[in-house]
């Protein structure tokens, strides 16, 4: 029976890809860390909670000792690192704590493995935020890097530990430079399910208006469940090497909006330019959408686009899901939960 570490098990992409090695017979040591409150209501909805091979184990990645330990007792033979400070925006009020999780933590996990079993095979979660500031498109792993935000550099530091180890030490290490990509289980805070969560609570009677910041942004944007099936692929592999993961279509906050809009079936007209656009719902006249500045970044990523294409010929990876299929599933999980009372 295989075993693997993943480092995040509360979060989004660590729900996902438990669910996938479980479903693959792997015995699965899942890291989430000791808070007031627990939230585990991912692998809850995944239904893997009480999965007879997950192991949930407390671990902070920015402790060296307990990645020590943790590697120890597990004795895996793969370490998927998807544990960070993940958000963005909130990297540029605290860029300590960001580059303290975000950037050194995952040396931690490298240096356990330099120590404990330096055949661990360890995936290391890159992102097209180290792209940042456009510089080629669409972006691939030879694009060079110019990041915009505290997380951005830090995800920078640690996607070039992975290759230092691997050069220094002969350690298979795999750095994935994933798009975003998005969900049900995705955060509240993140643009598509603040989006979604918002439209589906506005068709519900439970919310007026939806508030947002930029809406010209260009994401490419994928759906998880398909992304973690790349992250599994990255460490069966033959050598370890950095892939970027993207559907190669780009689009604005703005049409994501409109995306959802019409999932939800509500009749949207777009008004108004800049801090003043608003979105009117064109059966009510209302404004459900509008904008606030409080919510735009010191420094934006304007345009992100990927080229999948490396991961496609090396690894077999391709997306699956279409950005409406993806919106659509979004809108219609939000709209059954918030009619439930339950909103994550
Ligand atoms: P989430 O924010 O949903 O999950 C992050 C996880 O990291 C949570 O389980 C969180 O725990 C955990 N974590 C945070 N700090 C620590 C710490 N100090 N010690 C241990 N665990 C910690 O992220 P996603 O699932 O969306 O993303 C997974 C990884 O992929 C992240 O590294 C992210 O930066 C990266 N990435 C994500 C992309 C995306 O579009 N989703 C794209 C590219 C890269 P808690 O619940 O306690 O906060
Ligand atoms: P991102 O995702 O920063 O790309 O990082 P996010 O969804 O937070 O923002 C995407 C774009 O939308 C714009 N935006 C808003 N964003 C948020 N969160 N809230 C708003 O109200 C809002 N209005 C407009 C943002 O300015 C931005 O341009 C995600 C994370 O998962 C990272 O961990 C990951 O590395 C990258 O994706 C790839």
Same mark, same amino acid.
């Given at each position: ?48 909670? &009480? !999965? ?22 597990? #004795? ?82 640690? !996607? ?20 975003? !990509? ?24 439970? &919310? ?85 500045? #409080? ?13 999948? &294409? ?35």
């Amino acid at each position: 029976m295989k075993s693997a570490v993943i480092t995040g098990i509360t979060g989004q992409d660590g729900a996902y890809l438990a669910e996938l090695l479980l479903n693959k017979g792997y015995k699965v040591f899942a890291t989430y860390r000791r808070t007031a409150s627990t939230n585990f209501w991912r692998i809850e909805e995944l239904g893997i909670r &009480q !999965h007879e091979n997950l192991h949930l184990v407390e671990y902070d990645l920015t402790d060296l000792s307990a990645s020590i330990r943790l590697l120890e007792n597990a #004795q895996p033979d793969e370490v998927y690192n998807l544990a960070a400070q993940s958000f963005v925006g909130v990297s540029f009020d605290q860029p300590h704590t960001t580059a303290e999780i975000t950037g050194i933590g995952p040396l931690n996990l490298l240096e356990a493995i330099r120590i404990v079993n330096p055949k661990i095979r360890f995936y290391q979660a890159s992102t097209s935020e180290m792209f940042g500031k456009v510089q080629e498109i669409p972006q691939r792993e030879e694009t060079p890097f110019y990041p915009r935000s505290p997380y951005g550099v830090a995800k920078l530091y640690a !996607h070039w530990m992975t290759i230092n180890y691997c050069e220094s030490y002969d350690i298979f290490g795999s750095s994935g430079i994933l798009f975003n !990509h998005e969900s049900p289980l995705r955060g509240l805070e993140f643009v598509t399910r603040k989006i979604t969560d918002g439209v589906a609570k506005i068709k519900l009677g439970q &919310q007026d208006c939806l508030e947002l910041g930029n809406m010209d942004a260009k994401r490419d944007w994928g759906f998880a469940k398909d992304y973690v099936e790349g992250m599994y692929l990255m460490l069966q592999a033959d050598e370890p090497d950095t892939f970027v993961l993207a559907t190669n279509r780009t689009e604005t906050v703005r049409d994501f909006v409109s995306m959802s809009c019409k999932a939800a079936d509500i009749a949207i007209e777009w008004q108004g330019k800049d801090e003043d656009e608003v979105a009117i719902d064109t059966a009510t006249g209302k404004t459900i959408v509008k904008v606030n500045p #409080q919510f735009y970044r010191p420094a934006e990523v304007d345009l992100l686009i990927g080229n999948p &294409q490396k991961a496609k010929s090396v690894l077999g990876w391709e997306p699956k899901t279409t950005l409406e299929g993806l919106c659509d599933m979004m809108v219609k999980a939000d709209l059954i939960r918030n009619k439930e009372g339950r909103s994550f």
